[in-house]
Nanobody, 123 residues
Framework: QVQLVESGGGLVQAGGSLRLSCAASGRTFSIYAMGWFRQAPGKEREFVAAISWSGGRTYYADSVKGRFTISRDNAKNTVHLQMNILKPEDTAVYSC????????????????WGQGTQVTVSS
């Protein structure tokens, strides 16, 4: 089992920045990749960004490329999502996820999820 706890959400004005963190515990040695997803009211959950746990390769949704940066601290079993130039359409509940098996896709197939943290961007 892997447990995930997010922090860092909040309210920010458009153009501002927020940094989300996700702390993993439990069988962290089994993590293959970690990602961030978001779900806005009335919409389906969508992929935001992911990072491979060993090599540190990063992947981003087109909507956040150039504005968001995902990073990891293996020693602390923590993943961060630095969000810059935030837009009202970035408003959503952001969830951290981990996958413990190898797969080609970094946007699907996650088997552990955090509880989510609210990000609200005002115009």
């Amino acid at each position: 089992q892997v447990q995930l706890v997010e922090s860092g959400g909040g309210l920010v004005q458009a153009g501002g920045s927020l940094r989300l963190s996700c702390a993993a515990s439990g069988r962290t040695f089994s993590i293959y990749a970690m990602g961030w997803f978001r779900q806005a009211p009335g919409k389906e959950r969508e992929f935001v960004a992911a990072i491979s746990w060993s090599g540190g390769r990063t992947y981003y949704a087109d909507s956040v490329k150039g504005r968001f940066t995902i990073s990891r601290d293996n020693a602390k079993n923590t993943v961060h999502l630095q969000m810059n130039i935030l837009k009202p359409e970035d408003t959503a509940v952001y969830s951290c996820a981990a996958k413990t098996y190898v797969s080609e896709s970094y946007s699907t197939g996650y088997n552990y999820w955090g509880q989510g943290t609210q990000v609200t961007v005002s115009s």
